[in-house]
């Protein structure tokens, strides 16, 4: 059986078909981690995120941030470890965006422009940690599938 074609399989960033005879375990999953990465950054790293990550981080003299207090416009005093860093509309908003760009991403990826910026990030990307499989998404997939 002739593997079948997709949009991304001309960049140098192509999707692992298991079917593809011709793929060893080791080349599909750094292809799998190279694609990972790239739209890590691109979609969800370089997103609103980054405003979140842009603010002042409280000092923690125990690590875990117990023993840091915020103090809301009521006077309430809430534990670092329980404050929401987000409310509802930022999440949504946050979560729009992701979806928008990995949409883009998609339907895009043979643009010019975005494959400029494709190249000019994936090598920034490249020097993350190496990405492992994430049980926890195994088990809520098979949760939610049976």
């Known amino acids: ?18 079917y593809d005879r ?6 599909e999953k750094r292809i799998a981690a190279r694609l990972a990465k790239t739209l890590a950054m691109l979609c969800v790293r370089n997103t609103a995120l980054e405003d979140l990550h842009a603010g ?8 875990d941030y117990s023993d840091v207090i915020v103090i809301d ?3 309430r005093e809430i534990p670092w470890t329980e ?11 946050l979560m729009r965006q992701i979806v928008n ?8 990826a043979d643009d010019p422009a975005l494959r400029k910026t494709i190249d000019r990030w994936v090598a920034a990307a490249g020097a993350w940690d190496a990405p492992e499989i994430d049980q ?5 997939v098979v949760l939610n599938d049976g």
């Open 73 to 75: 416009a009521e006077g």
């Open 1 to 18: 059986m002739k593997p079948q074609t997709g949009m991304l399989d001309h960049l140098s960033l192509p999707v692992a078909r298991r």
């Open 22 to 27: 011709g793929m060893n375990d080791a080349d």
């Open 83 to 93: 404050v929401s860093h987000l409310d509802d509309e930022a999440m949504r908003a």
């Open 56 to 63: 002042i981080t409280p000092v923690s003299r125990t690590g």
């Open 136 to 140: 926890g998404l195994l088990g809520k």
């Open 101 to 108: 760009r990995l949409y883009t991403f998609h339907l895009m």
